[in-house]
C-alpha cells in the first residue's frame, strides 16, 4: 500500500519561511511527477509547484522566485521550500505523486492527507 505523508506545516509569520516535506513508502516500482497543491478555505485546489523525475520544475506564478520545490529521489521525498510567505499562501498543502506500484505496475496519483500552513501576524 503507497503512503504519503507530509511534515512541516504550521503558523508562520509574514516575511518567514517555512519547508514542507513528504515522503512516499510502500511498494514502489518508481515515481514520475512529484508536486504540491493547496487549497485555501473557500478557494479552489491549484497546482503550487511540480517537479519532474528529471528535476524539471513548474510553478504558480504567485509563488515564483520564493517557492522552491526540490526532490531526492533515493529517499522517495518531495520538499516544498517556501520563502518571503504572505498571508494568501495560507491553506492545506497536499502532495501529490505519480506512482506506479508494485502490486499492479500501474501508474496513479497517491496524495497524502495534507498539512496546515498558516500565514499571520
Known amino acids: 500500500q503507497v503512503q504519503l505523508v507530509e511534515s512541516g506545516g504550521g503558523l508562520v509569520q509574514p516575511g518567514g519561511s517555512l519547508r514542507l516535506s513528504c515522503v512516499a513508502s510502500?511498494?514502489?516500482?518508481?515515481?514520475?511527477?512529484m508536486g504540491w497543491y493547496r487549497q485555501a478555505l473557500g478557494k479552489q485546489r491549484e497546482l503550487v509547484a511540480d517537479i519532474t523525475s528529471g528535476g524539471t520544475t513548474t510553478y504558480l506564478d504567485s509563488v515564483k522566485g520564493r517557492f522552491t520545490i526540490s526532490r531526492d529521489n533515493a529517499k522517495k521525498t518531495v520538499y516544498l521550500q517556501m520563502n518571503s510567505v504572505k498571508p494568501e499562501d495560507t491553506a492545506v498543502y497536499s502532495c501529490?505523486?505519480?506512482?506506479?506500484?508494485?502490486?499492479?505496475?500501474?501508474?496513479?496519483?497517491?496524495w497524502g492527507q495534507g498539512t496546515q500552513v498558516t500565514v499571520s501576524s
Open positions: 501529490v505523486a505519480a506512482v506506479r506500484d508494485r502490486a499492479t505496475l500501474q501508474l496513479y496519483n497517491y
Open positions: 510502500g511498494g514502489i516500482v518508481s515515481i514520475n511527477d
